[in-house]
T-cell receptor, first 116, second 113 residues
Framework: GAGVSQSPSNKVTEKGKDVELRCDPI?????LYWYRQSLGQGLEFLIY????????KSGLPSDRFSAERTGGSVSTLTIQRTQQEDSAVYLC??????????????FGSGTRLTVV | DQQVKQNSPSLSVQEGRISILNCDYT??????FLWYKKYPAEGPTFLIS?????DKNEDGRFTVFLNKSAKHLSLHIVPSQPGDSAVYFC????????????FGTGTRLKVLA
């Protein structure tokens, strides 16, 4: 597609439920990233995919968080047993490759998750 | 521990004047710095970058200055336009092939017509 597409754009869920967030990167972009922005915080790195592999999952906050990528394209971020502190905007980004660093990424418009 | 800090949460500037957004960092290993702009309900978009071998990079109305000794960078917008009203994030990373950026908390710029 023309840009990075994320769905849903907004999600309200009850504490304890599982949620799935979807990211459809720019066609041909092999690198995909998930970040999140909690209220009053900067963007926080969660996970990096190169193709279908995730060489760096170091930013996932707990084992309730998992992500997968299939066909080198669509990625799903799953949060199990959601907690109120999971409320944030979850942003997906993609790039042709993980560098050069100064070219930046293309971000999607994010999924705003609210856990009530 | 916030490695990249944007201490001003908001800034208001008159149209036509200069906007100066500031960013401080603590990690001396950072060698690439970027600025992103974010409009409401949209994802951040890449604006301008600078590597540590330079102290200035200019792109049209946007100039980024880097002071390595002070671990400080700034984004200048001249002249400011109402369409520049957005949240601006600075980000830093180390290494030319890296993928993990450390972002600041953002500064909301409002350009008054």
């Amino acid at each position: 597609g023309a840009g990075v597409s994320q769905s849903p754009s907004n999600k309200v869920t009850e504490k304890g439920k599982d949620v799935e967030l979807r990211c459809d990167p720019i066609s041909g972009h092999t690198a995909l990233y998930w970040y999140r922005q909690s209220l009053g915080q900067g963007l926080e790195f969660l996970i990096y995919f190169q193709g279908n592999s995730a060489p760096d999952k170091s930013g996932l906050p707990s084992d309730r968080f998992s992500a997968e990528r299939t066909g080198g394209s669509v990625s799903t971020l799953t949060i199990q047993r959601t907690q109120q502190e999971d409320s944030a905007v979850y942003l997906c980004a993609s790039s042709l490759a993980p560098g050069p660093a100064n070219y930046g990424y293309t971000f999607g418009s994010g999924t705003r998750l609210t856990v009530v | 521990d916030q490695q990249v800090k944007q201490n001003s949460p908001s800034l208001s500037v008159q149209e036509g004047r200069i906007s100066i957004l500031n960013c401080d960092y603590t990690n001396s290993m950072f060698d690439y710095f970027l600025w992103y702009k974010k409009y409401p309900a949209e994802g951040p978009t890449f604006l301008i970058s600078i590597s540590s071998i330079k102290d200035k990079n200019e792109d049209g109305r946007f100039t980024v200055f880097l002071n390595k000794s002070a671990k400080h960078l700034s984004l200048h917008i001249v002249p400011s336009q109402p369409g520049d009203s957005a949240v601006y994030f600075c980000a830093a990373t180390e290494g030319s092939g890296t993928y993990k950026y450390i972002f600041g908390t953002g500064t909301r710029l409002k350009v008054l017509a």
